[in-house]
């Protein structure tokens, strides 16, 4: 009788293993008490944050001539990197955002099933700039485009700025007062937030500041009406990556 091989050791999971020790109940608690909305500091184990900042110094340089600045007067100025861009020169982003693990805790925290975003949406992943004195985002809603609600989750990859997250929780609730608060998203921090219900900004950056942080996009339905999935390109082309990327990302990646 010949002898089997002997099964190879499953590979670890950093991220799986560090969320294991997680009061994921107390974080749900929260993030159901404030609305919908949680920031977790230190969210990533060291050896995951590394990841994800060797591929900044390493790959995203070469990411920086395919940065598209935009200003909209009175409400907007910074640069943004679309997914497809990132799908072609910086996959360690588009891994951490297909990850299970991360998944699972999105899951856990919204009480729901989520779904990745489909291909042809720019804004499923993405980087954000604030590198030139004045990037800032003024208030606003991530207005969902879908049928079903839309989950915004951010996450700090490099802030030597004064740049901060200014939000004010239940603003459109008349049955409760509005808590107004900010947070530096400072590297290897995670906010999580439904974008129907979080009224917030970013304040603006100073010269000589830099901040940059990746924003991943998971739904409830990946229904969307046609009209709506032209209005929702026509704003990620105007106000984050421009016509080009926008609108022939897909048949270049």
Not at 54 to 77: C, Q, S, T, Y
Not at 112 to 139: Q, V
Request: charged share 20%; proline share 7%.
């Amino acid at each position: 009788m010949t002898q089997t091989a002997a099964a190879a050791p499953l590979a670890t999971d950093p991220l799986r293993d560090h969320l294991a020790g997680i009061d994921l109940a107390a974080l749900r608690e929260t993030f159901v008490a404030q609305g919908e909305f949680v920031a977790v500091p230190d969210f990533l184990p060291a050896a995951e944050l590394d990841a994800l900042l060797d591929a900044r110094l390493g790959e995203l340089p070469a990411l920086e001539p395919r940065v598209h600045r935009n200003f909209i007067p009175g409400h907007k100025k910074g640069g943004s990197v679309s997914r497809y861009e990132l799908d072609a020169h910086a996959p360690a982003f588009p891994a951490f955002y297909r990850s299970q693990a991360l998944l699972a805790f999105l899951q856990h925290l919204a009480g729901r099933p989520l779904l990745h975003c489909p291909p042809d949406d720019p804004h499923t992943y993405a980087l954000y700039y604030y590198t030139e004195a004045g990037d800032h985002i003024g208030w606003h809603y991530d207005t969902s485009y879908y049928k079903g609600e839309r989950y915004t989750v951010l996450l700090g990859l490099e802030d030597h700025s004064s740049c901060k997250l200014e939000y004010e929780l239940f603003h459109d609730d008349a049955t409760r007062a509005a808590v107004p608060g900010a947070v530096s998203i400072t590297p290897g921090m995670l906010v999580v937030f439904n974008g129907d219900k979080l009224w917030h900004r970013v304040t603006p950056s100073a010269a000589g500041e830099r901040r940059v942080v990746l924003t991943l996009e998971y739904l409830t339905s990946l229904g969307m009406h046609p009209l709506r999935r032209f209005v929702s390109n026509m704003k990620d082309a105007i106000a984050y990556f421009g016509f080009r990327q926008v609108f022939s990302g897909p048949r270049r990646s």
